[in-house]
Each structure stands twice: as structure tokens, then as C-alpha cells.
């Protein structure tokens, strides 16, 4: 298995413009997460998907970001319009389904450098 | 939610010695504690984890101990080698529907190997 990809590896916008960020999940992992990383903040976890259904998006910061997981193999993440305090790498994870032995275990992706500008 | 406080938040460390990093929790419900390490530029890893029904995990060079009663765990790396240096976090899930399923994640200790 090819991991967690994600897609860019590296985004430089300017701020007003629409940002959208991909992630594919590993094959048989039915837990979709995205997370935030900055200096000031750490690891914020944003939103999570369960089989496809957004269960937990209070880490969303604001309307500007929304999600998306519209099969198991895809998700997306947009920030319209982006600011420059959005910038930070944003990464996606899996997780296999809960209950099982390989519950909770977090598989992250290499992440999306995000810079607004 | 769960709480996940982490410290310390730098530490250095001669080759050859140990370093222990401490982490608290707040959710008495959780059951599950992984660590993981970032290198400068990449992802985080899963390097160890623990279930609530241990007290201690060994993997060669890296264990993680569990308390509990006190809602503690911590990451003991003995014999430390340059490579060692990185960031390392911990975590906890919040526990909500009677299902584990977002971990929190520490603040991240820096930990620096001198050689």
C-alpha cells in the first residue's frame, strides 16, 4: 500500500484565492482525519469522517473551511477565500474501523505546505 | 474533551543517555496512548503505543509506561543516538458515543541528541 497521499505537497496562494487540498486514504481504513499544524497551535485535529460521514467538525475554524469525503478513497479539503493566517501544513490521516485491533492508529500522510500570502 | 498537557517542551540530552518526556490526560475513559515522531520537514510516526490494560510497553531502545490511577504516561528512550533527535508527541483519544475515535495530541517535545 501506497500510505496516506496527499496532494500538493506544496500550495503558495495569494490571499482571496480558493484552496483545495486532497487526500486518499489507505484501502480498508474507514477513519478519514484532517489536521492542522502550526508553530503557535500544534496538532488541531479539524474534522473527522467515519465511513464517509462527517462525525466531528468543531475544529473547523471557521465557514471559510469546509470538507468533503464524497466516496471511501477521497476526501477534499477548501478554504474560500484563504488568509494568511491559514497557512500552516495541513495533514490528512486514517485510521482502520473502530473496535478492531488496529483502532485509534493514526496513519498520516506526508502533508500539504500551505502558504497564503 | 480530552485535555492533553506535555512536557517537557525542549529537552537535550548526551549521546548515550536517557530521556524521558511526560504526558497528562483528562478523560478517565480513554484506553489507548500512542506516541509518535516527527523529523523536521515530514509526517508524524507511530513509534510505540500502549492499551489501558498495561502498564508498560517495551520496543528495544523505546518504552512507554502507563499510569492510570494518576492519568499519566510517559516515553522512557534509553541508550539516545543522534538520530534520535526530533519532535515527539503523545496522544489520547477523546472518548464520545461510547467510541474512541479523534485523538488530541500533546504539544510536542523537542528532543536533541548531542553528540
Known amino acids: 500500500d501506497a500510505g496516506v497521499i496527499q496532494s500538493p505537497r506544496h500550495e503558495v496562494t495569494e490571499m482571496g484565492q480558493e484552496v483545495t487540498l486532497r487526500c486518499k486514504p489507505i484501502?480498508?481504513?474507514?477513519?478519514l482525519f484532517w489536521y492542522r499544524q502550526t508553530m503557535m497551535r500544534g496538532l488541531e485535529l479539524l474534522i473527522y469522517f467515519n465511513n464517509n460521514v462527517p462525525i466531528d467538525d468543531s475544529g473547523m475554524p471557521e465557514d471559510r473551511f469546509s470538507a468533503k469525503m464524497p466516496n471511501a478513497s477521497f476526501s477534499t479539503l477548501k478554504i474560500q477565500p484563504s488568509e494568511p493566517r491559514d497557512s500552516a501544513v495541513y495533514f490528512c490521516a486514517s485510521s482502520p474501523l473502530a473496535g478492531g485491533p488496529g483502532a485509534n492508529v493514526l496513519t498520516f500522510g506526508a502533508g500539504s505546505r500551505l502558504t497564503v500570502l | 474533551g480530552e485535555n492533553v498537557e506535555q512536557h517537557p517542551s525542549t529537552l537535550s540530552v548526551q549521546e548515550g543517555d536517557s530521556a524521558v518526556i511526560k504526558c497528562t490526560y483528562s478523560?478517565?475513559?480513554?484506553?489507548?496512548f500512542p506516541w509518535y515522531k516527527q523529523e523536521l520537514g515530514k509526517r508524524p510516526q507511530l513509534i510505540i503505543d500502549?492499551?489501558?490494560?498495561?502498564g508498560e510497553k517495551k520496543d528495544q531502545r523505546i518504552a512507554v509506561t502507563l499510569n492510570k490511577t494518576a492519568k499519566h504516561f510517559s516515553l522512557h528512550i534509553t541508550e539516545t543516538q543522534p538520530e534520535d533527535s526530533a519532535v515527539y508527541f503523545c496522544?489520547?483519544?477523546?472518548?464520545?458515543?461510547?467510541?474512541?475515535?479523534?485523538?488530541?495530541f500533546g504539544s510536542g517535545t523537542q528532543l536533541t541528541v548531542l553528540p
Open positions: 496522544a489520547a483519544p477523546s472518548i464520545s458515543s461510547g467510541s474512541a475515535r479523534q485523538l488530541t
Open positions: 500502549i492499551r489501558s490494560n498495561v
Open positions: 484501502s480498508g481504513h474507514n477513519s
Open positions: 478523560d478517565s475513559a480513554s484506553n489507548y
